[in-house]
């Protein structure tokens, strides 16, 4: 599986940007994917996950009620919309395969997109 993260770009606080992530390959539906955030000398962070089947969702405190994951197996994509963003959601974001939303191994990550949000 290969993925690929786009949907990033410059963005004034309070607005919304959706990320998608779209993937190659026939076994897409079989894993969980999540996204991560890394900001400029911050360590890469979990920002939200959602199950192979789409029925469970897990997100970080931080984007709670301000974002929402989802999926379309038919389109092998996943997309991560985001409202209400802050200064503090600026970074690049990764989004990443593993086998089930509790899994802390990834077997696949996509290349990262630049999310800016200007105060």
């Known amino acids: 599986v290969q993925l690929h993260a786009s949907g990033g770009g410059l963005v004034q606080a309070g607005g919304s940007l959706r990320l998608s992530c779209a993937a190659s390959?026939?076994?897409?539906?079989?894993?969980?994917i999540k996204w991560f955030r890394q900001a400029p000398g911050k360590e890469r962070v979990f920002v939200a996950g959602?199950?192979?089947?789409?029925?469970?969702?897990d997100y970080a405190d931080s984007v709670k009620g301000r974002f929402t994951i989802s999926r379309d197996n038919a389109k092998n994509t996943v997309n991560l919309q985001m409202s209400s963003l802050k200064a503090e959601d600026t970074a690049v974001y990764y989004c990443?395969?593993?086998?089930?939303?509790?899994?802390?191994?990834?077997?696949?990550w996509g290349q990262g997109t630049q999310v800016t949000v200007s105060s």
């Open positions: 990443a395969a593993t086998t089930s939303l509790s899994a802390r191994t990834y077997r696949y």
């Open positions: 390959g026939r076994t897409f539906s079989n894993y969980a």
């Open positions: 959602i199950s192979w089947s789409g029925d469970s969702t």
